[in-house]
């Protein structure tokens, strides 16, 4: 698998770029606001629906533009696959192999892609939600049946909580709950599994890099003592107060722990950075033991971000992995990760020479 074309239109200062994409490493120069953050943007876009930077996608589309186009073609064991999106301001629309795909969310499927950038810290130091997006992704990538079961959820979900807002009786609101729980425990199971597998691919990983212990705990959004099931038919009560479903998956939380303290409070800002970067490294490895899949990997110039120990640190084990490297730069020497199969450099939006 991997990216090997890409062609960008009207993607914020990108007006009409193409390139041919290395299947090991790629390498992006160029000065600030030049957009090489933006091609890794539109790259992005394409394997997983949405951007890193804005959850509007409107806010991608060129000043005076109607839309951007992001069209990438990536190979698989099957063979090439194109991959479209274009986002207007009031929707994005997802092309599979010439077709209208059925959402944005299959993308996912057919272009694994994980990235590294400045704001990577975030990972440890915002709310749940990131988390669990991060544990979604990974799970689906390894589990594929798992987006089904949670797309179902979500449907029964926001049934549940529409007949909760509109004050319907507790049986009208308890009429969703065997599907929540059906769907629910599914999504449960495969998040604990996986969060297990990611513990023990991460430990190695950040004891090398940062000398820590590292400890992952899924909370599954409910009390521990109780079944999903219980706790939604506790929570009835207060549930139909509130008009809100205030248990099961959706309030899930990975708590992230070294050294026997909480990630988010104890740890620098270098070193969240440094324990974010290697969660996802550790994803990326997951995906390659357990599928035969190529994954890619964005880094958004990382020698800007660490300092040369920790840098080289993280170098030494991206040099393991089988993924393809898409690596942006401010400076045109870089050459900590070796020589780039193809490079580019970029000026206002545009391929230079
Ligand atoms: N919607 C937009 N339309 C046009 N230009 C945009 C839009 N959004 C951002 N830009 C501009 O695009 C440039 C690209 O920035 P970026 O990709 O972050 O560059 P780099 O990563 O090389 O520093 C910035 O100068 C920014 O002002
Ligand atoms: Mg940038």
Known sequence: MG???????DLRCLRAVEFEIDPH??????????????????????????????HRPARLIRTGCERFIVFGEVESQHGVLAL?????????????????????????SHFPVQIIDPD????IELGPAVRRRLIDWGVFHVEPPFLLSW??????????????????????????????????????????????????????????????KLELRYRSGWPSELTFDEALRMQLTSDRERGVT??????????????????????????????????????????????????TLLLDDPAAELDSEHLSGLIRELRTLRAQLIVTTLD?????????GRRFSLQHGQVGP
Not at 120 to 123: A, E, K
Not at 332 to 340: C, Q, R
């Open 84 to 108: 479209g999106i274009e986002g207007t301001a009031e929707r994005l629309r997802a092309r599979i192999g010439g077709r209208d795909a059925a959402s944005v969310a299959e993308l996912a």
């Open 151 to 212: 797309q179902r959820y979500r449907q029964a979900l926001a049934q549940r909580n529409a007949a909760l807002r509109q004050r319907q009786s507790a049986s009208l609101v308890g009429a969703w709950d065997p599907e929540l729980v059906r769907t629910g425990d599914v999504v449960n199971d495969a998040r604990l599994r996986y969060v297990a597998r990611l513990e023990t691919m991460a430990q190695p990983l950040i004891e090398r890099l940062l000398g820590m």
């Open 120 to 123: 990577i810290h975030q990972l």
């Open 25 to 54: 490493y790629t390498l992006i120069s160029g000065a600030n606001g030049s957009g090489k953050t933006s091609v890794l943007e539109a790259i992005y876009f394409l394997g997983r629906g949405r951007s890193f930077r804005t």
């Open 246 to 295: 205030q248990v099961g998956p959706h309030r899930a939380e990975l708590v992230v722990r070294v050294d026997g303290t909480a990630a988010r409070e104890h740890v620098s800002r270098g070193q969240q950075k440094l324990l974010a970067a290697a969660l996802a490294i550790a994803q990326l490895r997951l995906l390659e033991s357990e599928t035969p899949d190529q994954p």
């Open 332 to 340: 045109p020497v870089f050459t900590a990760l070796g020589e780039p």
């Open 3 to 9: 990216l090997r074309r890409l062609e960008v239109t």
